[in-house]
């Protein structure tokens, strides 16, 4: 078990993105043609239910980190 509080942060994003990684691939196998859509709307569930557990101020963080992210990608 990591000791450092880094490294169970990042034990912890690892840890939940395989479950979210798991579920979405189940999500758009069921969804066909509709996986674009799907998967569009598991970011808005998501989203829906992070809010509900945490502060409106995490989940705009943590989206802001993933729209950098996005941007450095598409800077690639």
């Known amino acids: 078990m ?3 509080s ?6 912890m994003y690892d840890k939940a ?12 196998e069921e ?4 996986g674009y ?4 709307m598991m970011v808005e569930a998501a989203v829906n239910a992070a809010v509900e557990t945490t502060s409106h101020e995490d989940v705009v963080r943590l989206l802001k ?3 950098a992210q996005i941007e ?5």
Do not use: C, F, Q
Not at 17 to 28: F, G, N, R, V
Not at 31 to 34: E, I, K, P, R
Not at 72 to 76: K, L, N, S, T, Y
């Open 17 to 28: 993105s395989d479950i979210a990684e798991k579920y979405l691939a189940l999500a758009l």
């Open 2 to 4: 990591p000791n450092d």
């Open 31 to 34: 969804a066909g043609a509709m």
């Open 72 to 76: 450095a990608d598409i800077e690639d």
């Open 6 to 11: 880094g490294e169970a942060m990042d034990a």
């Open 65 to 67: 980190d993933l729209m």
């Open 37 to 40: 859509l799907t998967a569009v």
